[in-house]
């Protein structure tokens, strides 16, 4: 997804004056999980039995001797690798985990706004998820339906509010999750890998908002991979290192550090890169859309937030109608391309990609791939929680079209690209950040060699180290593949790496052509 702009953000200048007072004080802190006790899984016991398995319990401190006070006025950004404990002290500080160890006092109410959509339900509409949300948040039932119109108005999402989540694409989740939890009046603000919300029009009026989130309150605690954020807007710095405090101070200081030992040792001076593709065109044709139309049926708009899981015994609606998600889409990829697909959020991008994989079946028209695809359409979307991180390596490769054999001989490489540990990867996914997820969805997905190569919002994968293997594994299925398609709203990415872009907006095809025109007139949309 697209970064805020951080010309929106105003740097630590919005605490001048304030009043420096202890807002938050950890002594001592630990907290610790027991991995290998598998009995709420009973899909887990069963593989465990067909593959004679023995579950190995084993207790792993994600947080281990933590001290930390932090002051009134601050703007603290925490940084460390995946698994570093990030997140986890956030839930602590948030309430959401009760520490084993030591004692956390904390002056005022914190207001936390995890990776955006954490808490949505797919099955739930847009509007019934406000109302979970809102209420998970602290809200009364009363106040959501209050500040209900404001969120609609700020997402942008009316005409899709009343559908399922299962339908909207990336973006959208992340305009919903973000607007719902822009109504928040926070004393102490806590933001975890917050700071990506969608297209580019979005992310500046995002931007505004998350400034005005940061003026009101009397603390602001960030986790996030953005060094450049950290360095310009927080006052201090925190790197995190397996669970304990690995330095505090300037960010300046403490971002350098972290960055140079985050650089692999066998290149102390490598950077991420993005080399420009080496064009060849070839004359066989791998991918035909020829006038693909893809309908939606809408339910109209609900008169209450209803779900018998909260109470309500009945919904009225008005009667269907209709949206075409993508409407006279045509265009062919001939081998030795890659093209990059933009446009703003709900433009009909992600619908086109799942067409193209057979997710969905074209109303009109048709949608053909000549040859293997390897899609990357979201990392660990195929991912069940309760299953081991071994489990989902091989769910997921006999899903990417690999047969057991072929995952069998693949599975050192992918646990080693991962970077995730032998105790883990027994373990079932829901004990691992979201960054270890990333990690291991990308590491499974990249170890298919496609004919025909399709990312969409794929080009983040957790922290520093690993983006950059990252980013060197996809530049390399790129030039392996005979054609790649890469949704994204990171416009360096489409006007360095693709030979061609297309431009989508409401379904239809705005421009294809030059990457940089492309770019250009994207730009011009906000």
Request: aromatic share 8%; charged share 25%; hydrophobic share 40%.
């Amino acid at each position: 997804m697209h970064q805020l702009n951080l010309s929106d953000i105003q740097s630590s200048n919005n605490f001048q004056g304030k009043t420096q007072q202890e807002t938050i004080c950890i002594k001592d802190l630990g907290v610790h999980y027991t991995l290998g006790n598998r009995r709420d899984s009973l899909k887990s016991r069963i593989l465990d039995l067909m593959q004679k398995r023995k579950s190995i319990k084993e207790h792993v401190w994600a947080l281990r001797d933590i001290n930390l006070t932090c002051f009134s006025g601050e703007i603290i950004g925490i940084i460390g690798a995946n698994g570093a404990g990030k997140t986890t002290l956030c839930r602590v500080l948030s309430g959401l985990i009760k520490p084993d160890l030591g004692n956390v006092k904390i002056d005022g109410m914190v207001s936390a706004l995890f990776s955006l959509g954490t808490g949505f339900r797919k099955d739930l509409s847009g509007r019934e998820n406000i109302l979970l949300n809102g209420m998970m948040m602290g809200f009364s039932m009363r106040q959501v339906e209050e500040i209900t119109r404001k969120i609609i108005d700020f997402s942008e999402l009316d005409d899709f509010i009343d559908q399922p989540l299962k339908y909207f694409s990336s973006g959208m989740r992340a305009r919903l999750g973000f607007s719902i939890a822009s109504m928040m009046e926070p004393e102490i603000l806590v933001l975890d890998e917050a700071l990506s919300t969608g297209d580019l029009k979005f992310s500046e009026k995002a931007g505004k908002k998350l400034n005005e989130l940061i003026g009101k309150s009397r603390l602001v605690i960030i986790v996030t991979h953005k060094m450049g954020f950290v360095k310009k807007f927080c006052t201090r710095a925190i790197w995190m290192n397996k669970g304990n405090i690995k330095a505090d101070g300037p960010p300046a200081e403490i971002t350098q550090k972290y960055l140079a030992s985050s650089v692999p040792k066998s290149h102390p001076k490598r950077m991420i890169k993005l080399n420009k593709t080496n064009s060849f065109l070839g004359t066989r044709e791998m991918i035909l859309v020829d006038s693909v139309g893809v309908k939606f049926s809408l339910k109209g708009k609900k008169q209450g937030l209803m779900n018998k899981g909260l109470g309500a015994a009945h919904e009225k609606m008005d009667k269907k109608n209709s949206i075409w998600a993508l409407k006279d889409v045509s265009f062919s990829i001939k081998e030795g391309e890659v093209v990059g697909i933009i446009g703003p959020n709900a433009a009909g991008k992600t619908t086109l990609c799942r067409a193209l994989c057979g997710i969905l079946k074209p109303d009109l028209g048709k949608a053909n791939i000549y040859g293997r695809v390897t899609a990357l359409l979201t990392y660990q979307a195929g991912f069940k929680f309760d299953l081991s991180g071994k489990d989902n390596i091989y769910l997921n490769g006999l899903m990417l079209g690999l047969t057991k054999s072929e995952v069998n001989d693949l599975f050192s490489d992918i646990v080693e690209f991962s970077e995730i540990k032998k105790s883990y990867i027994s373990q079932p996914v829901k004990y691992y950040s979201k960054g270890m997820r990333a990690r291991l969805g990308f590491s499974i997905a990249s170890m298919v060699k496609p004919d025909v190569f399709i990312l969409d919002e794929a080009l983040n994968a957790g922290d520093v180290s690993f983006y950059e293997k990252a980013s060197a594994k996809i530049q390399e299925l790129i030039k392996d593949a005979k054609a790649t398609i890469i949704v994204t709203h990171n416009t360096k990415f489409i006007d360095k790496v693709c030979t061609r872009a297309v431009l989508l907006d409401k379904g239809r095809i705005l421009f294809d052509g030059s990457p940089k025109e492309a770019v250009t007139m994207y730009q011009g949309f906000v």
